[in-house]
Nanobody, 124 residues
């Protein structure tokens, strides 16, 4: 069983930055690829970014490529999402997920454990 707790969300102006964190309880955190997903009201949960078990490989949604950076620290059982140059369309509830594939995962169906989410609101 893996418990995930996100933090770092809040209100930010367009063009600003925000850093989300996700703390994991897993004893073998490095067994999991990690992902960030987001869900805006009335929309499906969308892929944002994923990182493989070692942190050596990453993959991003086109909408955030070049603006967001995913990273992980296996010694601290944590994954991060650095959000730069945010836009109003980035407004959503952000969730981190642990996926038992050790490689990159962009489909939420492939992820087994989810955090409770953290709200990000970008004002124009």
């Amino acid at each position: 069983q893996v418990q995930l707790v996100e933090s770092g969300g809040g209100l930010v102006q367009a063009g600003g930055s925000l850093r989300l964190s996700c703390a994991a309880s897993a004893r073998t955190f490095s067994n999991y690829a990690m992902g960030w997903f987001r869900q805006a009201p009335g929309r499906e949960r969308d892929f944002v970014a994923t990182i493989n078990w070692s942190g050596g490989r990453t993959y991003y949604a086109e909408s955030v490529k070049g603006r967001f950076t995913i990273s992980r620290d296996n010694a601290k059982n944590a994954v991060y999402l650095q959000m730069n140059m945010v836009k109003p369309e980035d407004t959503a509830e952000y969730y981190c997920a642990a996926c038992t594939s050790r490689q990159l995962v962009a489909d939420p169906i492939a992820c087994d454990y989810w955090g409770q989410g953290t709200q990000v609101t970008v004002s124009s």
